[in-house]
């Protein structure tokens, strides 16, 4: 079955709002799994638990059917959304457009040119939708 990974911030920002609402369209589009994903900083830990995003999500989207909910622990946002992927062995990532320009930043220190779609295409084989803040997408 086809899996759609979103990560979101939590408490829920707007732009998170835009890409979760995407994320639950393509899921329901494609008969697709879906998970929900906060990464909880070491750092800056808010001690956020499956539930209290569960309870948010469903505050504004009303129950997911089948979604699951999890809660990394992580030092990098970026590098534990990325570990997250790959590990779900994830068909379609939708990610916020200001997630990608970090991932861009991050991989600009490691690549001349970064690429985050196809990197994360050749990488982990998925397909990547960005959302805006306006609730516009690309893939």
């Given at each position: 079955m086809t899996l759609v990974v979103v990560p979101v911030r939590y408490p829920l920002t707007a732009h998170s709002k835009s890409?979760?609402?995407e994320a639950i369209r393509v899921s329901t589009d494609r008969g697709a799994e879906l998970t929900v994903f906060h990464v909880d900083l070491y750092h800056d830990s808010s001690n956020v638990t499956r539930t209290d995003?569960?309870?948010a999500v469903e505050a504004e989207?009303?129950?997911l059917d089948g979604a699951?909910?999890?809660v990394r622990?992580?030092?990098l946002v970026e590098e534990?959304?990325?570990e997250e992927i790959a590990a779900e062995?994830?068909?379609v990532v939708v990610i916020g457009s200001k997630q990608a320009s970090q991932w861009r930043r991050m991989l600009r220190k490691l690549l001349s040119d970064p690429d985050i779609d196809a990197y994360l295409r050749e990488k982990l084989d998925c397909t990547v939708i960005t959302v805006d803040?306006?609730?516009n997408t690309s893939e």
């Open positions: 890409t979760l609402a995003l569960k309870r989207c009303g129950e699951r909910y999890v622990r992580g030092f534990t959304i990325l062995k994830a068909d803040a306006d609730g």
